[in-house]
């Protein structure tokens, strides 16, 4: 996404946004308590990315996928550490796309060129290659390294340090933010308290409407209002809040409290730069659910959002199982997303074409932490500039129809949920009862 393509949000004063929602509409915010600390938000899109599950990452595999497009690989080497490389092979610039990956060790499809983390420099933080295409190679492989990201896993995701460059020795890559600000425990959440299900989506619109859809409160009630299982939540419920943000240089957070009962709280959402997003009720420790959104720019208008509800009720495994929890809830984030997905795609061609323009957006009360967002995300964007390349790919979709095969389309996910759910129903309850009746 280029710079002007937001810059409607230039000029805005956060100050203009504060007058209350027109009579009519489902929600009302109509006071405000903002808190700003001395050190303002981290500027900046780099940073921690949560890639994938660490489920995800099966033994011998290469996972493949890009980051603001730029391709990239994750995998485990011999020693089941994780490691991200530029999905560029030094010796001839090919893809390692149709190689393999065999005990830590990966080899290239073009020439045999075998890179490990383990070979003759006795140096776990740079990948090495061992030979090219025959051990004659030796003396010449020995001087070839794998470009790379920091990588580490925490709380059951794979998290990537997307940086200015990548380096050929991962001592040179300096971190210029924490993991701990995206660990759940530092944020008070109890992990091990909790049970939880998760879905991969992936859209194919723009990144940053994707997060600005996350971080508001109005929509749910049009939009989702007959799909979330919440009375209070829908279209015909006429619902006033008060809100509080609160910011510091770790997160923006924004907290609903019901006006007719200041001390009933709604909702909290706490964004985290660069993508991820908490959304929960009441103080983390004592929470009953956790909802954990990770967003991943994979490049020009394509982006995927892991999607993990943590839970403290309805642990058991057996009661799960019997009454199909996952399943259910798995279908209900399908059907969310299928909702969100055709706005955020029509917003995104509005956006793309430049067809919002400052003096048509009329941003709202509710609307000030994604005036605050936008501002960050400007400033943010110009500093690191991670679309540099967005032109220059346009034309190209190599990853998209071959290595990423981009995207599994919501509805291709939906369905095979429910084809799942017919099937485990009629395991669990038809089969045992034609059996019965073929017994009696």
Request: aromatic share 12%; proline share 4%.
């Amino acid at each position: 996404m280029e710079n002007k393509q937001i810059n409607f949000f230039k000029s805005k004063d956060l100050n203009t946004v504060l007058k209350p929602f027109e009579k009519g509409s489902v929600v009302k915010i109509d006071s405000f308590d903002f808190r700003e600390n001395k050190n303002d938000l981290n500027i900046g899109l780099f940073g921690w990315y949560a890639i994938c599950p660490s489920t995800e990452l099966k033994k011998n595999k290469l996972h493949y996928f890009s980051l603001y497009d730029e391709p990239l690989v994750l995998y485990r080497d011999g020693n089941e550490n994780v490691k991200c490389i530029k999905n560029i092979c030094p010796h001839r610039g090919a893809s390692f796309f149709g190689g393999t990956l065999s005990n830590g060790v990966i080899t290239c499809p073009y020439h045999g060129a075998e890179f490990s983390s383990e070979g003759s420099c006795q140096n776990l933080d740079r990948i090495t290659c061992s030979h090219i295409i025959d051990n004659n190679y030796d003396n010449y492989a020995k001087k070839i390294h794998l470009s790379q990201y920091k990588a580490l896993e925490k709380d059951g995701y794979v998290f990537v340090h997307f940086s200015k460059k990548s380096e050929t020795d991962l001592n040179n890559l300096s971190e210029d933010s924490p993991i701990s600000n995206h660990e759940l425990s530092n944020n008070g959440f109890l992990i091990d308290d909790f049970v939880s299900e998760q879905v991969l989506v992936d859209f194919k619109c723009d990144w940053s409407r994707i997060i600005e859809n996350h971080l508001d409160i109005l929509h749910l009630f049009w939009v989702h209002g007959d799909t979330i299982p919440d009375k209070d939540v829908n279209k015909n419920v006429l619902v006033s809040f008060k809100q509080k943000i609160n910011v510091t240089h770790k997160y923006i957070e924004s907290i609903y409290f019901y006006k007719n009962d200041p001390s009933k709280e709604f909702i909290r959402i706490k964004y985290m730069p660069p993508g991820r997003i908490l959304i929960y009720k009441g103080n983390p420790s004592a929470c009953r659910y956790l909802q954990v959104l990770d967003h991943i720019p994979l490049g020009n208008n394509k982006a995927r959002v892991i999607v993990r509800h943590y839970r403290k009720f309805l642990k058991n495994k057996l009661l799960n199982n019997l009454i199909l929890f996952k399943e259910t809830q798995r279908k209900i984030f399908y059907k969310i997303f299928d909702e969100d997905y055709m706005i955020l795609k029509t917003q995104t061609y509005n956006h793309k074409l430049e067809l919002i323009k400052k003096d048509e957006i009329k941003l709202l009360g509710e609307d000030r932490i994604i005036n605050y967002f936008w501002k960050w995300y400007k400033k943010s964007e110009e500093k690191d500039n991670p679309w540099k390349n967005i032109n220059k790919t346009e034309q190209l979709n190599v990853y998209d129809n071959v290595i990423l095969k981009y995207p599994p389309e919501i509805k291709k996910l939906e369905i095979i949920n429910n084809i799942d759910i017919i099937r485990k129903t009629f395991v669990r309850f038809a089969a045992p009862l034609l059996i019965f009746m073929l017994i009696i």
